[in-house]
């Protein structure tokens, strides 16, 4: 495949490096420090059993550059997207997918606004990864997962194909027939996660192991459920189960990326997933009071709250 990614973080320096290792042609959107580094010697990508390097490769700030490709794998932050959509036309051809890999329900729907619905298939990726430094990635847990579905619904030829690609390069890949029960049901999880662990200054096994946060971080769960449904996704009745079940399983110490960019004063993603459950159950006229109080206490330690107006 050739493949242009946008966004050299954890999620796609990952998947970049995972590709480039199956021999598929990838290319990065990129900027600065990360541009120089991406051309220069490529990304470093460390995992629990092995650890390499891709080399130098093809990147450029500019779409027009780099070409028409099969596959464009948006994976900048959620906050990034509506304003970036536009740019990635030039990568466009006959057949060319856009699949939209971070936190959040909206990318898919900011993408397919500027570049048309047929090109654009909803995605998620399930991984534990940090970005090091630029061109450095880790992962802490099983090879990243991704799920795919046309945003229409159902199955299709282009979704199989797509997926034995990936499945070629050690990706896990997941067809969805409803691809928005997925992402809600992703939010759940890690929305939740991020705010409570934000709000608390905790990882997961500290919130967890106390009763009353994890009381407040299965309410909140359940909220992302009731606002998904009052929205017409049918999340199913044991999501919340299963998502706690995940946090229960998760490695000391961890933490959601929301979380990290919060404490750590960088750009985050809060209006994108807990501003966004509040905004969207609001519309659906859901009342989401754990929400309320943890965007409320969230607001004042987000970067971009100056900038971007409550939801």
């Known amino acids: 495949m050739r493949v242009t990614i946008l966004g050299a973080g954890a999620v796609g320096g990952l998947l970049g490096g995972l590709l480039v290792r199956a021999g598929d042609a990838v290319s990065f959107l990129a900027h600065g420090e990360s541009l120089a580094i991406l051309r220069s010697r490529g990304i470093d990508v460390v995992t629990a059993t092995d650890t390499f390097s891709t080399g130098p490769l093809p990147a450029s700030p ?71 430094a630029p061109g450095r990635v880790r992962t802490m847990g099983p090879a990243p997962s991704l799920t795919l579905g046309e945003r229409a619904g159902g199955s299709s030829e282009r979704l199989e194909r797509l997926a034995m690609a990936l499945r070629g390069a050690g990706i896990t890949v997941t067809l969805s027939e409803n691809i928005h029960v997925a992402l809600w049901s992703k939010l759940l999880f890690v929305e939740p996660l991020g705010s409570v662990g934000a709000v608390t200054r905790s ?59 919060l404490v750590e004063g960088r750009p985050s993603e809060l209006h994108e997933q807990t501003g966004a459950v509040v905004r969207l159950g609001r519309q659906a006229g859901v009342p989401r009071p754990v929400h309320d109080f943890l965007l409320a206490s969230l607001l004042p330690q987000d970067r971009r709250s100056r900038d971007v107006p409550t939801p």
Do not use: F, Y
Not at 97 to 121: F, K, M, R, T
Not at 224 to 232: H, T, Y
């Open 62 to 132: 500019s779409a027009s550059e780099l070409g028409v490709c099969d596959l464009v794998l948006v994976a900048v932050k959620s906050w990034q997207v509506e304003a970036l959509a536009p740019s990635l036309a030039p990568l466009l051809g006959e057949g060319t997918l856009v699949v939209p890999v971070q936190n959040g329900v909206e990318a898919a729907d900011q993408l397919a606004s500027a570049l048309g619905e047929e090109a654009v298939i909803g995605g998620l990726c399930h991984v534990l990864a940090t970005r090091e």
């Open 203 to 261: 990882p997961a096994d500290v919130v967890r192991s106390i009763p009353e946060t994890r009381a407040m971080l299965e309410q909140a769960m359940r909220e992302v459920q009731v606002v998904a449904v009052g929205r017409g996704v049918p999340v199913p009745d044991d999501a919340v189960a299963q998502s706690l079940a995940r946090v229960d399983t998760l490695p000391a110490g961890a933490t959601a990326s929301m979380h990290r960019d």
